[in-house]
């Protein structure tokens, strides 16, 4: 219905090409309508952006700060620390801290004592040998200032027959325990 009308205001434009050109640029309704798409999806990206990133997000960096909380409290701490074996060992935490061992922590040479910390009845493994050639056996990838050892031209392997652990460019013997 109508479809002469229609038909006749549609041919209109084309009618007077020339005065219309000119005056003013028309953009092509496709153009519009992928402008419009365009703007409708960065729009909606915008929107369920703003209600899809959690608060905390970017606090401290290109991660959610509440992260950070939630993994520190769903673990808890395997080491218990130089402090506590001060309550019941705090000559050996002197004997240690006065020679070349200072630096290194308890549990390094012990492995995780926390649990002995808490109750003495559980003691921590034993430490052998094996824990000073962790460190000391001579290794091209170690820094120049640790002291190392070739173990087989070294003098034996029961280090602990010369080299007391907590002090150990002291021999057994040689201090009170
Ligand atoms: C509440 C007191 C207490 C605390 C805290 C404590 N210890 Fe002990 N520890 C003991 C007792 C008691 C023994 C058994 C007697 C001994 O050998 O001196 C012991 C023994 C040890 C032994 C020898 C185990 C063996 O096989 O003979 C090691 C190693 C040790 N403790 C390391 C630690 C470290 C490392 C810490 C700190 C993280 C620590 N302890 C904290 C009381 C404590
Ligand atoms: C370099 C490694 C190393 C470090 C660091 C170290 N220990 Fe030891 N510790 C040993 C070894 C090895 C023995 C076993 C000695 C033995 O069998 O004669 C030992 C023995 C012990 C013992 C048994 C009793 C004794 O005096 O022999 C206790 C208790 C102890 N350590 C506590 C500590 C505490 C507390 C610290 C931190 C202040 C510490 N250790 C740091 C290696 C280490
Ligand atoms: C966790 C690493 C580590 C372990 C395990 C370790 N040491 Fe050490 N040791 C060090 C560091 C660090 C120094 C200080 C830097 C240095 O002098 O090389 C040191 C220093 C020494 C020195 C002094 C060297 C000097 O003339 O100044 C001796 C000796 C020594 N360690 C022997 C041992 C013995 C024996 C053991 C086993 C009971 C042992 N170390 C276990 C890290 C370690
Ligand atoms: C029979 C005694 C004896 C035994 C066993 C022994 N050492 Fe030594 N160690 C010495 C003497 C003495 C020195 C110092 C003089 C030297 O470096 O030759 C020394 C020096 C060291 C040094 C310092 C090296 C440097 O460059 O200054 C380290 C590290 C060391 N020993 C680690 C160990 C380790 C680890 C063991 C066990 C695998 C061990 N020692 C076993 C006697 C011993």
Redesign the pocket.
């Known amino acids: 219905m109508g479809g002469g009308v229609e038909l006749a205001t549609l041919a209109q434009p084309a009618a007077k090409p020339t005065s219309g050109n000119m005056r003013r640029f028309k953009l092509p309704p496709q153009i519009i309508r992928l402008v419009l798409l365009a703007a409708a999806i960065v729009g909606s990206y915008l929107i369920a952006r703003t209600f899809l990133t959690p608060p905390s997000f970017g606090a401290y960096g290109w991660y959610r700060g509440n992260a950070l909380g939630e993994i520190a409290n769903s673990r808890d701490p395997l080491f218990a620390g130089?402090q506590a074996?001060d309550e019941?060992?705090s000559d050996?935490?002197h004997?240690?801290?006065s020679n070349a061992?200072k630096t290194?922590?308890?549990?390094?040479?012990?492995g995780v004592?926390s649990e002995h910390a808490a109750n003495p009845d559980i003691l921590?493994v034993?430490?052998?040998?094996s824990?000073?050639i962790r460190?000391h056996e001579a290794d091209i990838s170690r820094p120049k200032w640790l002291k190392q050892i070739v173990v087989k031209d070294h003098y034996g392997v029961n280090?602990?027959e010369c080299h007391?652990?907590?002090q150990?460019t002291k021999e057994?013997g040689t201090t009170a325990?």
């Open positions: 130089k074996c019941c060992h050996l935490l004997q240690l801290a061992h290194l922590s308890c549990e390094g040479c012990h004592c921590p034993k430490a052998t040998g824990h000073c460190c280090c602990k007391l652990p907590h150990p057994p325990k």
